[in-house]
């Protein structure tokens, strides 16, 4: 059986994976989504772009559904803390994915233009709301977030819901949405063509290029933002417990691991150069080659924000040693073990039918296969 300081890193890297996934697969719908009222004018233009997801969107919900899962099994610390402490912004992410079953499945049952202008625009507060606000709370992360344990390890939330909602979180909020909707673009052009494909294309463009500035500026801007070290001994195998170190807060504090693996360079410069490679393919109309340099972009600017936090998960404004980490916000060794074996057996087999799932319906989605489908067709 693997030690447990190393499953405690694998489940770090694990959970590090499924958000990664999910920006991906998930987030393609969500770019779509966004794009939706832009880029197609009439009906059937807008059925076109639905059906480029609708036969895929509810499978790639899996990424959701098991990266919560797996932070509830991995982290239940980080799960009940950042649960309690951005309940609301949840609820809201929630609510806004409510719209996207109803709007798939109702938007074309009546022939109303009227019934489905709101469906459409239901389907776009499904894509755009929940990277934004996935993007403020990495920001929030990013700063740290107000709350403390008492004796018996309950944590209290001392925030606000408007208090989320400060300038750095929401630039991180615009870095997340112009990801997503770059990613969503990568994948639309890739499916459609004509007039749809070229005004996805424009919109790509921009999506990018607010993503890289919007990201370089926050880079710069984080320099500035006291981060966190743990300054007390550390014993990676000791069984959880958050209050048994002492951490301090330090102005460039979140550089440091750049510092001491200079390797780590590399993730902020694939999110920069996987979005402007993207964004050449797609003009040059290499729509396949462009999603992955999407995808690979998305891979570097989560994996900035994983590599800048490290060890620290979920830090603490108010009890600094309070601030969860990768060492003692786990499960225990055993949970961890079983969950590791179970995630190399299942994974595999979600990547193959995932797969499969996706050569099967590829190929472009036509204005005539709308039409030649009408009653059958999202």
């Given at each position: 059986m693997l030690d447990y300081p190393t499953l405690k890193i694998i489940w770090w890297l694990l959970v590090?994976?499924?958000?990664?996934?999910?920006?991906?697969?998930?987030?393609?719908?969500?770019?779509?989504?966004?794009?939706?009222?832009?880029?197609?004018?009439?009906?059937?233009?807008?059925?076109?772009?639905?059906?480029t997801v609708g036969p895929h969107w509810d499978g790639n919900q899996v990424w959701f559904i098991t990266g919560g899962g797996a932070?509830?099994?991995?982290?239940?610390?980080?799960?009940?803390?950042?649960?309690?402490?951005?309940?609301?912004?949840?609820?809201?992410?929630?609510?806004?994915?409510?719209?996207?079953?109803?709007?798939?499945?109702?938007?074309?049952?009546?022939?109303?233009?009227?019934?489905?202008?709101?469906?459409?625009w239901g389907l776009f507060v499904g894509g755009f709301i929940p990277p934004v606000i996935f993007g403020v709370?990495?920001?929030?992360?990013?700063?740290?977030?107000?709350?403390?344990?008492?004796?018996?390890?309950?944590?209290?939330?001392?925030?606000?819901?408007?208090?989320?909602?400060?300038?750095?979180?929401?630039?991180?909020?615009?870095?997340?949405?112009?990801?997503?909707?770059?990613?969503?673009?990568?994948?639309?052009?890739?499916?459609?063509?004509?007039?749809?494909?070229?005004?996805?294309?424009?919109?790509?463009?921009v999506a990018a290029l607010v993503m890289v500035v919007g990201f370089v500026a926050a880079g710069f801007w984080l320099q500035s933002i006291p981060g966190y070290r743990i300054s007390s001994a550390l014993d990676p195998a000791a069984l959880p417990d958050p209050m048994t170190k002492t951490v301090v807060r330090e102005a460039g504090a979140w550089m440091a691991n750049y510092g001491r693996q200079p390797l780590l360079w590399l993730l902020p410069a694939l999110g920069i150069a996987g979005a402007l490679a993207a964004v050449v393919l797609m003009r040059a109309r290499r729509t396949l080659l462009a999603f992955v340099a999407s995808s690979l972009s998305i891979v570097g600017v989560i994996?900035?924000?994983?590599?800048?936090?490290?060890?620290?998960?979920?830090?603490?404004?108010?009890?600094?040693?309070?601030?969860?980490?990768?060492?003692?916000?786990?499960?225990?060794?055993?949970?961890?073990?079983?969950?590791?074996?179970a995630t190399l057996v299942f994974m595999p087999i979600v990547i193959y039918y995932t797969g499969w799932a996706y050569r099967v319906m590829r190929g472009k989605v036509t204005e005539q296969q709308i039409r030649d489908n009408e009653h059958v067709a999202y």
């Open positions: 590090g994976v499924l958000l990664v996934g999910f920006a991906i697969m998930d987030g393609h719908d969500m770019g779509v989504g966004t794009l939706l009222p832009f880029v197609a004018k009439g009906d059937t233009e807008r059925r076109v772009v639905i059906n932070i509830f099994a991995a982290w239940p610390l980080v799960y009940a803390t950042a649960f309690s402490g951005f309940y609301w912004a949840l609820l809201a992410v929630l609510w806004a994915l409510f719209f996207r079953p109803v709007g798939f499945d109702y938007r074309s049952k009546l022939h109303n233009p009227t019934w489905r202008a709101t469906w459409d709370a990495f920001g929030n992360l990013l700063q740290g977030v107000p709350f403390q344990f008492d004796d018996y390890l309950i944590p209290t939330y001392t925030g606000s819901f408007w208090a989320l909602l400060n300038p750095f979180a929401l630039l991180a909020g615009v870095v997340s949405s112009a990801m997503i909707t770059l990613q969503g673009a990568t994948y639309l052009a890739h499916r459609t063509e004509g007039v749809i494909q070229a005004r996805t294309i424009r919109a790509g463009t994996g900035t924000a994983g590599a800048s936090m490290f060890p620290f998960v979920m830090p603490s404004s108010t009890q600094l040693a309070a601030s969860l980490t990768v060492w003692d916000s786990v499960s225990s060794h055993l949970t961890l073990a079983i969950m590791f074996w």
